[in-house]
């Protein structure tokens, strides 16, 4: 069955924070990259907090994920820290892990490109997501505002290899030496390290053990 | 302005002028891999890539980049893989000795080249339940940065990296690198003042609202490189930014920005690939 793909980008943040100028590109450039079926990619105001939360968890319960991010195999974010919206008028503006649970639905790889989104204990952070989800690629330190990080990791990904690999090599290719990357898999019941894009299927892992990974770009 | 800026109280290596370093095209060719491939003793068939040719086994891979004179090698990758075993060896120093050695055994030295950090690599796993998480050192990775002109080389286009595994071998290398042409020409640096005026008129703070703060922890000045796959005209002179936005809604968002640093003509602009889409959002002063 043929993989779904889903973008969400910010550059204009309305004075919540500094805007950034790359992010359409560096989203769409994975977009339209990545082999798959393009399902969604919203951009500034249309990208949404409440897309990638679980209907009926935190205060607001505004949560749509099922409609948007968990109903993609692999969701890409782009913009500020963790997971910062430019408008919160929908829910807060940010997507916070207490809020999302990814793989319920169809989800199985959240790509988190943006400052600090596994910045310490990526595993307590970011576990109570893994609700189907393999795999989660990010950053422990700041990264700059590139344009075509996403392009590279598609490319990679398109290659046939391991998705850890990808992401480390597109991360290497777009940051220098001080900046760490950072991916998160599962290790039990199902190892999804050796997992690759062009894999036929990807079910999803119920209960999993975690493994967070960081290194030097 | 209604965002308040804090600059440093100096931009590190800051100098009035700077030489140019072009960056001549490279022309692509297989027998470089080849060659390559001689030296990290593997064999195989060389796939191009689009970006790069590659040499790909069931253990390692080789890539050449075309558009730069930039190289990657990963080894006994499932065995990098297969288990999170603690790291032996985590004397730095010691870590750098084994680098340097490799580096010398594979004719990847440079000159140019010199030590700057070790990164320690790092497993976290998850307990079951509300286990605790066991973290460990798993790799290192042993990080060189390259110097022209007595000024850094920023961004990812100039660095070379050596991974050590668990049991002290080395897993990995590349040495990403474009070889310069220094030109008769060089360029005065904008002043320090200009340097911080047009910063703060980036567009990117122009809808920051009153009481937002914007704090630059860190200036320096060196030659900003572009990645390894793009082709790049000249080494381009750039002030680094690093620091912080606060705002009322969201506490902290870091920033890393590079600020040109001398004026161009719009035909420079050009042929130094000052347009490309990697420098979109780099402010500069005309």
């Known amino acids: 069955m043929p993989k779904r793909i889903g973008v969400e980008w910010v550059n204009n943040y309305h004075g919540r924070a500094d805007d950034l100028k790359n992010n359409d590109n560096n989203a769409e450039g994975f977009y339209n990259k990545l082999s798959g079926v393009k399902i969604f990619d919203y951009g500034d105001d249309s990208a949404w907090d409440t897309d990638f939360e679980q209907s009926g968890t935190g205060t607001p319960s505004s949560g749509s994920d099922t409609a948007y991010a968990d109903n993609v195999d692999i969701v890409f974010f782009s913009g500020h820290g963790w997971i910062s919206f430019g408008v919160a008028n929908h829910d807060n503006g940010t997507a916070a892990p207490s809020e999302m649970a990814l793989g319920n639905g169809r989800c199985r790889y959240l790509v988190v490109d943006s400052c600090e989104s596994m910045s310490d204990a990526g595993t307590s952070r970011w576990k109570p997501i893994f609700k189907g989800l393999r795999a989660m ?42 900046c760490q990357w950072g991916y998160i898999h599962t290790a039990t019941p199902t190892n999804s390290w050796f997992d690759k894009w062009t894999d036929p299927t990807n079910p999803a892992v119920s209960n999993p053990t975690l493994c967070f990974h960081s290194g030097s770009c | 302005m209604p965002a308040t800026f804090r600059f440093p109280k100096a931009i590190e290596g800051y100098v009035e002028q700077v030489p140019m370093f072009l960056t001549p095209i490279r022309q692509p060719d297989p027998k470089q891999v080849q060659v390559l491939a001689k030296v990290f003793k593997v064999e195989g068939e060389v796939v191009d890539e689009g970006a790069m040719y590659s040499i790909r086994g069931k253990d390692f891979i080789l890539h050449q980049f075309h558009a730069s004179d930039s190289m990657r090698w990963v080894s006994r990758m499932h065995e990098a893989k297969s288990d999170t075993k603690a790291l032996k060896i985590t004397n730095p120093k010691e870590l750098q000795a084994i680098a340097d050695r490799f580096l010398a055994a594979q004719k990847l030295s440079d000159q140019r080249a ?15 339940g509300a286990e605790k998480p066991r973290t460990m050192n798993t790799c290192a990775y042993v990080n060189y940065t390259y110097l022209l002109a007595g000024l850094p080389l920023l961004g990812p286009g100039a660095k070379i990296q050596v991974v050590i595994g668990y049991d002290g071998q080395v897993i990995g290398c590349y040495r990403f690198w474009r070889e310069v042409k220094k030109g008769r020409l060089t360029k005065k640096t904008l002043p320090v003042l200009d340097v911080q005026k047009a910063f703060q ?8 609202k009153t009481g937002s703060r914007v704090i630059v922890e860190r200036a320096r000045q060196g030659y900003l490189t572009l990645p390894p796959s793009d082709f790049q005209g000249a080494l381009i002179p750039v002030i680094e930014l690093r620091g912080f936005v606060s705002t009322r809604a969201i506490e902290r968002t870091s920033f890393i920005r590079y600020l040109v640093a001398i004026d161009y003509t719009d035909e420079e602009l050009k042929r130094y690939s000052v347009f490309n889409k990697h420098f979109r959002g780099t402010c500069r002063v005309i």
């Open chain 1, 137 to 178: 690629f990010g950053f422990r330190t700041n990264t700059s505002d590139s344009g075509d990080r996403g392009e590279k990791f598609a490319k990679y990904l398109n290659a046939g290899h391991w998705m850890d690999d990808a992401w480390k090599w597109a991360c290497q290719e777009t940051e220098d030496g001080s």
């Open chain 2, 114 to 128: 010199s030590f700057s950090q070790v990164v320690f690599g790092q497993a976290e796993i998850s307990g079951a």
């Open chain 2, 201 to 208: 008129e980036c567009p990117n703070f122009a809808q920051l």
